[in-house]
């Protein structure tokens, strides 16, 4: 088979996945938020989530031109037309994937917005649920001021283990200057005694 003709495959199946991939992170963007629970259950962040979807339609955008300035160099016409016939139908499709990126963005804030609103009402509401809710924001909350004062007092511990190992370095060097006047006097000692 023909150099060109396999980089002409290999650019059709890469289009082919990255267009798959980045629908999927597209669909991800547009259901992110729904819930607090979705939220916290999903490995990536929005702006993640944005950066994936990005590098996909970068991709598809690389493997586009791939294929325009592949297309020409085709053994015969009816692949060269075959290949640029893809070319009209994958920029269309970018441009679908661009314009389904920025509503599953829009739908994302949404989603986020009904979200934190729920989570407003469910804490300011009476009864058992957002007793339970509140309570466990406060212990969250305490969670994390205990976490910054265990952190705070590992950091003044840290601080006052190197003062510390600083005294002992200096008690260490005045050491060792004694010691070495002290032989240089007992050297000195041991000179005029028998000399």
Not at 82 to 89: R, W
Not at 159 to 186: D, K, P
Request: glycine fraction near 4%; charge should be positive.
């Amino acid at each position: 088979m023909d150099e060109v003709v396999e980089a002409v495959e290999k650019a059709k199946k890469e289009w082919d996945e990255a267009y798959a991939k980045t629908q999927e992170h597209i669909k991800a963007i547009e259901n992110y938020g729904k819930s607090r629970e979705e939220k916290e259950k999903s490995s990536n962040s929005l702006q993640r989530l944005n950066g994936l979807a990005q590098d996909g339609l970068n991709l598809l955008n690389s493997l586009h031109l791939k294929l325009d300035l592949l297309a020409p160099q085709l053994p015969t016409s009816d692949q060269v037309q075959s290949a640029q016939s893809l070319l009209p139908s994958w920029k269309k499709e970018c441009n679908n994937l661009r314009l389904s990126l920025r509503n599953a963005n829009l739908q994302a804030k949404a989603n986020m917005r009904k979200a934190a609103q729920e989570e407003r009402e469910l804490l300011l509401g009476g009864g058992e649920e957002s007793t339970i809710r509140r309570r466990n924001l406060q212990t969250k909350a305490g969670m994390t001021s205990a976490a910054e004062s265990i952190t705070e007092s590992l950091r003044r511990t840290r601080q006052l283990m190197v003062q510390e190992v600083e005294r002992n370095a200096s008690t260490l060097m005045t050491f060792g200057r004694s010691y070495v006047i002290c032989l240089s006097s007992l050297f000195l000692l041991l000179c005029v005694a028998l000399g």
